[in-house]
């Protein structure tokens, strides 16, 4: 008997192209709100710069959602990128601000599509038994741009200026676009209809609860990233920047093993321990005094969230057919997005009420409740008692992943 893979040609191309997108965005996370300064711009001005991105990705998701379970996705993914590299082209010829917006609005736009469509593609080219795998390898590619993309961004605009970097962030996003043109077409499934745009097809109820544990462990994780280096310089750390040297080489461990472990023994056996993990990191940063605290929060930073995105996603995928997983990745995304808008503005209102130590401190429970929040979504779904009743029938849902596996869901 064949054993079941996820790489394939397909697969390793949408890789690379997410690879690529994610880099670019990442060019720009260390550079945009400088670049607005330099227009004469205020830090306000510059947060709401920065700000903009998200607001238009979030806007566009449920839509987008919709569009891909009913049209030719690899169509829409060009289009997407496409979007992208307009925006960046956008930014090299900007003179002020308000052009700057435009572009952010455009990018976010565009960001927003190919996310959603990405990921939905490359869980559509696995075997459905290997959604977890898949889910979490791609999200490596996040990892990579995370680690690269900030210092090429902040390299480049400093040696070469701002309109250079800002013309290699449009010939990376090029790049993608190359990549994703070889990526085998996919059609639209037998099951798919068009539909009117209501709630129930921009978002998917199987997937709300589970996007709301992401907001929430989102909102901690943007609290602790936004502000980690003022804090840690704050209790007299030379090099706090270090942090998410030490995340991100634990990152990558975690994400080569959690989808394994997601697909044969079920997602809480990740979301759960996670939880614990991440009150862990939580709570050795309120009390931070040295740097060895620190790299002992970034080692528990990294299991105790990093596979909780590709989980989630990989949870909601499973639980409804082929013809709406798109609006599957759009309500889960939607999550993600919200967590880490809301998460750092909040957290810097609390931060400034009560300190960093205890802002770490309080920032404990949307975790335990995320976890709690997850095992009650388990236990309705695997009953279909309440908000899960009829929501789906059984033998769509069984068509959807044969052969049926028998681990936990």
């Not at 290699?168 to 070889?182: E, K, R, S, Y």
């Not at 709630?199 to 109820?205: A, D, E, Q």
């Not at 939880?275 to 620190?294: A, E, K, T």
């Not at 919200?338 to 750092?344: F, I, N, Y």
Request: some cysteine; charged content about 15%; glycine content about 10%.
């Amino acid at each position: 008997m064949r054993k079941e893979t996820i790489w394939n040609k397909n697969y390793i191309l949408l890789l690379i192209t997410n690879a690529f997108i994610f880099t670019s965005m990442h060019m720009l996370s260390s550079t945009i709100a400088n670049f607005s300064m330099s227009l004469s711009g205020g830090e306000t001005l510059a947060g709401i710069v920065a700000g903009v991105f998200s607001v238009s990705a979030i806007l566009v998701r449920p839509v987008c959602g919709n569009l891909i379970d009913v049209k030719k996705k690899k169509t829409l993914y060009i289009f997407a990128i496409s979007v992208i590299l307009a925006s960046m082209l956008g930014y090299s010829i900007s003179v002020n601000n308000t052009m700057v917006i435009i572009s952010r609005l455009i990018h976010g736009f565009g960001w927003g599509f190919a996310t959603t469509i990405g990921m939905t593609m490359a869980v559509n080219t696995v075997p459905d038994t290997k959604i977890g795998e898949a889910s979490s390898v791609y999200g490596l590619a996040n990892v990579l741009a995370q680690a690269v993309g900030p210092n090429i961004g902040a390299l480049v605009s400093e040696h070469a200026g701002y309109k250079t970097m800002f013309l290699c962030g449009a010939a990376v996003v090029a790049i993608a676009l190359v990549c994703l043109l070889f990526v085998d077409d996919q059609p639209v499934a037998a099951g798919a209809v068009r539909r009117k745009i209501t709630l129930s097809t921009i978002v998917l109820k199987e997937a709300v609860v589970p996007s709301m544990v992401l907001f929430l462990n989102g909102a901690a994780y943007s609290a602790i990233t936004t502000f980690i280096i003022r804090y840690g310089k704050s209790v007299g750390i030379a090099t706090p920047s270090l942090f998410f040297t030490v995340y991100s080489c634990i990152l990558l461990v975690v994400r080569l093993t959690s989808g394994r472990i997601v697909d044969k023994k079920g997602p809480g056996y990740i979301i759960i321990p996670g939880g614990f993990f991440f009150c862990g990191c939580l709570l050795l940063l309120s009390g931070l005094r040295n740097q060895w605290m620190l790299y002992g929060a970034a080692l528990l930073l990294g299991p105790g969230y990093s596979g909780c995105l590709s989980t989630l996603m990989a949870l909601s995928m499973r639980r409804t057919t082929r013809d709406r997983r798109g609006i599957a990745s759009s309500t889960i995304n939607i999550g993600m997005d919200l967590g880490q808008g809301v998460g750092s503005t909040v957290a810097g209102m609390i931060a400034g009420a009560v300190g960093y130590s205890r802002l770490y401190l309080i920032l404990c429970l949307p975790v335990i409740v995320a976890v709690l929040l997850y095992i009650w979504d388990q236990k309705m779904y695997k009953n279909r008692a309440g908000m899960y009743r009829n929501s789906l029938k059984d033998e769509e849902l069984v068509s959807a992943r044969e052969p049926r596996s028998g681990g936990r869901r």
